[in-house]
C-alpha cells in the first residue's frame, strides 16, 4: 500500500514544523509534495498536523506566533474544500452532512483562537467521521514487528539518530538543520505512530530525512512505532500492564488503535493514575500492546482470524474461509450486548466484514492490499466497538431487556395470530394446540443452553438457524395461503370453517408450527444470553432484571393484544392474521437467507452500493435475499389473483 498525502506550505525558517517526523528531524524546511494521496488521506493529514501544531500558534486566546497562526487557518481552509469533494460510504449518506458540521466546528474554533484541547477534541471528531462513514483506514495492515523496527533501525536511523535515538552521534553534529532526539519529551508527547508513518514515506524536503517509501508499508509501521516507543524504554511494563488493566479505560490496546494516538492522548485517558503509574502504562502501551502479534480483549477470536486473512491475502479460498471464521466466531457472539450498545456500530461492523468477503470473491493475487485494507478497517471498528463497551456500564441490564422485548415479541405476535386465526374460525378448541406448541419449545430451549449452547456458534449457529427460519417461514406460508387465498370470497367464513373442522381431528400441524417458530426463537435467545453473560462478568444480576422487566413488558402486551382481539368481528381479525402471518413469513425468509449467507452457505451478491437494509423486517440489499422474497410474494399473491379470477368469471352470465 502506499500513503502519501500532497501538501503545499513552508516552514518559518528557525522553527520546528510537527507533520509526521517534521518536528523531530528538522528545526526548518518543508513537507515534500507528494503526488499520489487521496482527498480522504490529505483530510486526515490536515487535521492531524493542526492536531499537533496548533498549540505552537495559539495560547490562552493569544496568537502566540502570526505566521504560524495564519498557517493554521490556511491549513483548515484547505480542510474544508477538500471535505466537499468527498463522498461517503454506501449507507452512511448522513455522514456527509455530518462531516461538514464537523470541520466547520473546527474552522469556527481556530478562528476564535479556542483552547489547544478544543481544537485537538475538534480535529479527533473530524477523525472518527471518517473512519466511520468514509472509509478511512490509517493503521498498520499487519500487526508491526518489533525485531524487524530494530533491524532497520539499526541499519538505517541509526547513523543520524544513534542507536539510543538521542541523535548524539558524529555524522547528526555536521547536519543543519540538526536531528532532534526521539527521546525529547515535549515533542514526542505530540506524535503519534501514524504522522511519524507519513514522514517515513515522503520524507522532509530541505533535510537530511529521505523518502523511505521503498520500504513495505509494513517496515515503516514497525519502524514508526518503533521510534515513539524508545523514549519509554526501561520503564517497569508489567506494572504498567497492571496499571493499565486496573484503570479500566475506555481503550482498546491495539496498535490500530494506539496508532492515531500522541502521548499526551494516552496520559489523558490514564488521567485516573498516579503519574508513575500513568508513565508505566503509557510505556506498556508503546512497547508491549503495539506490537502484540495477537491482541487480547473482547475481540481477541475476530482479531487473530483477521490477521490469519492478511497473511492469506493471496489464497482466495483460503482468506474467505478466514474471513467468514473471524465474523461468525469473533463477533456474532457478543452481538447481543454489542448491538444493545450500539446498534450503528453494529451493522458498521457487519458491513465491514461482508465487504471483506466481497473484496476477496471479487480480487485476485494483485488485489491483496485491498483485502488487507478492509482487515484493517474491520479491526478499526472492532476496536471502537471494544472502547464503548467499556464506557457504558449499564449494558447488560439494557441487552437482557432488548433480547427479551425484541425476540420475545416477534414470537408473540406469531403465537397471537396463530390463537386468533383458531378462535375466529369457531374452533378455540384447537387453541391449546398452540399453546402445547410453543410451551414445548420452552424446555427444548432450556436442553439447548446446557446441552449445546456453548457449542451451537459459528456456522453451525448459522446452518442451524437459517434452516429452522425457512422451515418456520415454509409452515407460516401454509398456515396463512388459506387465509389470503379466500379474502375475496363471499363464503371465505364458510371455508374457514371448513378447513379448521377438518383440522381440528387432526391438530398436529398448529402444535408443530407453534413449536418449530417458538424454539427457532428459543435458540437465538440462548445465544444471546449466553454471551451476554460471556461479555459481563459478575453482571448476572443485572441480566436477569433486564429479563424479568423484559418479560413483564412483554406479558403486557400480549394481554392487551388478546383483549383486543376477542371484541374485534372475525373477518377483520382474519384477514389482519392472514395478512401478519405472511408479512412474518416473508420476513423470516429474508432473515433465512441471511443467517445462511453470512455462514458462507449461499452467496452473497450486493444490489449496486447498497448497504444496511431493514434487518427487522428482514430485508437486505443482497440479489439472493430479496429475489426469494419476491419469489415467497409472487406464490402468495398468485392463490390470490387466481381466486378472484374464478370468482369474476362464475359470476359473469354466459351468453345465450
Keep these: 500500500m502506499k500513503t502519501v498525502f500532497n501538501f503545499i506550505f513552508g516552514r518559518a525558517p528557525g522553527r520546528a514544523g510537527l507533520l509526521g517526523l517534521a518536528a523531530i528531524v528538522v528545526a526548518g524546511?518543508?513537507?515534500?509534495?507528494a503526488q499520489h494521496a487521496t482527498p480522504l488521506e490529505r483530510l486526515a493529514a490536515l487535521?492531524?498536523?493542526?492536531?499537533?501544531?496548533?498549540?505552537?500558534?495559539?495560547?490562552?486566546?493569544?496568537?502566540?506566533?502570526?505566521?504560524?497562526y495564519e498557517e493554521q487557518r490556511g491549513l483548515i481552509a484547505e480542510a474544508r474544500a477538500v471535505a466537499t469533494s468527498l463522498q461517503p460510504l454506501a449507507?452512511?449518506?448522513?455522514?456527509?452532512?455530518?462531516?461538514?458540521?464537523?470541520?466547520?466546528?473546527?474552522?469556527?474554533?481556530?478562528?476564535?483562537?479556542?483552547?489547544?484541547?478544543?481544537?485537538?477534541?475538534?480535529?479527533?471528531?473530524?477523525?472518527?467521521?471518517?473512519?466511520?462513514?468514509?472509509?478511512?483506514?490509517?493503521?498498520?495492515?499487519?500487526?508491526?514487528?518489533e525485531a524487524r523496527a530494530m533491524a532497520l533501525f539499526k541499519s538505517t536511523c541509526a547513523p543520524c539518530h544513534g542507536e539510543d535515538g538521542r541523535a548524539a552521534t558524529d555524522k547528526a553534529k555536521t547536519l543543519n538543520p540538526r536531528p532532534v532526539s526521539f527521546l525529547d519529551e515535549e515533542r514526542m508527547s505530540r506524535i503519534q505512530p501514524a504522522l511519524a508513518f507519513h514522514a517515513l514515506t515522503f520524507g522532509i524536503a530541505n533535510t537530511a530525512m529521505a523518502s523511505f517509501e521503498t520500504l513495505p508499508a509494513s517496515d515503516r509501521w514497525s519502524l514508526a512505532f518503533y521510534v515513539t516507543s524508545l523514549r519509554h524504554r526501561g520503564r517497569d511494563l508489567a506494572h504498567g500492564e497492571r496499571a493499565f488493566t486496573d484503570a479500566h479505560v475506555p481503550l482498546a490496546p491495539t496498535a490500530s488503535r494506539l496508532a492515531g494516538l500522541t502521548d499526551a492522548q494516552l496520559a489523558d485517558e490514564l488521567k485516573t493514575l498516579d503519574a508513575a503509574s500513568r508513565e508505566d502504562a503509557i510505556a506498556w502501551l508503546r512497547v508491549r500492546a503495539s506490537f502484540a502479534q495477537e491482541p487480547g480483549g473482547t475481540f481477541a477470536v475476530a482479531r487473530r482470524l483477521l490477521g490469519e486473512v492478511a497473511a492469506n491475502a493471496n489464497d482466495r479460498p483460503r482468506a474467505k474461509e478466514l474471513a467468514v471464521a473471524a465474523y461468525l466466531e469473533g463477533v456474532e457472539p457478543h452481538e447481543a450486548s454489542l448491538r444493545a450498545r450500539d446498534a450503528a456500530a453494529t451493522a458498521r461492523i457487519e458491513e465491514a466484514f461482508l465487504q471483506l468477503r466481497r473484496t476477496i470473491a471479487a480480487g485476485n493475487s494483485v488485489d491483496a492490499d485491498a483485502v488487507r485494507r478492509d482487515v484493517a478497517r474491520a479491526t478499526m471498528l472492532l476496536d471502537g466497538a471494544e472502547e464503548h463497551a467499556r464506557k457504558d456500564r449499564s449494558v447488560p441490564f439494557f441487552a437482557a431487556l432488548a433480547i427479551a422485548l425484541r425476540e420475545g415479541f416477534e414470537i408473540a405476535l406469531l403465537i397471537s395470530a396463530l390463537l386468533a386465526f383458531v378462535r375466529k374460525s369457531g374452533h378455540p378448541e384447537s387453541a391449546p394446540y398452540v399453546h402445547c406448541g410453543w410451551l414445548l419449545a420452552l424446555p427444548a430451549g432450556a436442553a439447548t443452553w446446557f446441552a449445546v449452547g456453548a457449542a451451537l456458534g459459528g456456522a453451525r449457529r448459522e446452518l442451524t438457524?437459517?434452516?429452522?427460519?425457512?422451515?418456520?417461514?415454509?409452515?407460516?406460508?401454509?398456515?396463512?395461503?388459506?387465509?389470503?387465498?379466500?379474502?375475496?370470497?363471499?363464503?371465505?367464513?364458510?371455508?374457514l370453517r371448513k378447513k379448521t373442522t377438518e383440522s381440528s381431528t387432526?391438530?398436529?400441524?398448529?402444535?408443530?408450527?407453534?413449536?418449530?417458530?417458538?424454539?427457532?426463537?428459543?435458540?437465538?435467545?440462548?445465544?444471546?444470553?449466553?454471551?451476554?453473560?460471556?461479555?459481563?462478568?459478575?453482571?448476572?444480576?443485572?441480566?436477569?432484571?433486564?429479563?424479568?422487566?423484559?418479560?413483564?413488558?412483554?406479558?403486557?402486551?400480549?394481554?392487551?393484544?388478546?383483549q383486543l382481539g376477542r371484541r374485534l368481528n372475525p373477518r377483520p381479525v382474519m384477514v389482519a392474521s392472514g395478512l401478519l402471518l405472511t408479512a412474518l413469513a416473508i420476513a423470516l425468509v429474508g432473515q433465512g437467507v441471511r443467517a445462511l449467507q453470512e455462514?458462507?452457505?449461499?452467496?452473497?451478491?450486493?444490489?449496486?452500493?447498497?448497504?444496511?437494509?431493514?434487518?427487522?423486517?428482514?430485508?437486505?440489499?443482497?440479489?439472493?435475499?430479496?429475489?426469494?422474497?419476491?419469489?415467497?410474494?409472487?406464490l402468495v399473491l398468485l392463490p390470490v389473483w387466481l381466486d378472484r379470477r374464478r370468482a369474476e368469471a362464475s359470476a359473469t352470465p354466459k351468453a345465450a
Design 29 to 33: 524546511g518543508g513537507v515534500a509534495r
Design 47 to 68: 487535521t492531524d498536523y493542526v492536531a499537533a501544531d496548533y498549540a505552537g500558534a495559539v495560547r490562552d486566546g493569544k496568537i502566540l506566533v502570526a505566521s504560524e
Design 91 to 145: 449507507g452512511h449518506e448522513a455522514g456527509r452532512a455530518a462531516l461538514d458540521g464537523d470541520v466547520g466546528k473546527l474552522v469556527a474554533d481556530v478562528e476564535a483562537k479556542a483552547a489547544e484541547a478544543t481544537v485537538a477534541a475538534d480535529c479527533r471528531v473530524v477523525h472518527k467521521r471518517l473512519i466511520d462513514d468514509f472509509g478511512l483506514v490509517l493503521a498498520p495492515l499487519a500487526p508491526p514487528s
Design 465 to 495: 438457524e437459517g434452516v429452522l427460519t425457512l422451515v418456520a417461514a415454509s409452515m407460516l406460508l401454509f398456515v396463512s395461503h388459506f387465509v389470503l387465498g379466500k379474502l375475496e370470497s363471499k363464503r371465505w367464513l364458510d371455508f
Design 506 to 562: 387432526r391438530p398436529w400441524p398448529l402444535l408443530l408450527v407453534a413449536f418449530v417458530a417458538a424454539y427457532r426463537e428459543a435458540i437465538e435467545i440462548v445465544l444471546f444470553f449466553r454471551a451476554l453473560t460471556l461479555d459481563s462478568p459478575g453482571r448476572a444480576a443485572a441480566i436477569a432484571a433486564g429479563c424479568a422487566t423484559g418479560c413483564a413488558i412483554l406479558a403486557a402486551l400480549v394481554f392487551g393484544m388478546q
Design 599 to 634: 455462514g458462507g452457505y449461499v452467496p452473497l451478491t450486493p444490489i449496486g452500493n447498497a448497504a444496511g437494509g431493514l434487518p427487522s423486517l428482514g430485508l437486505y440489499p443482497t440479489l439472493e435475499g430479496l429475489g426469494t422474497q419476491l419469489v415467497v410474494l409472487a
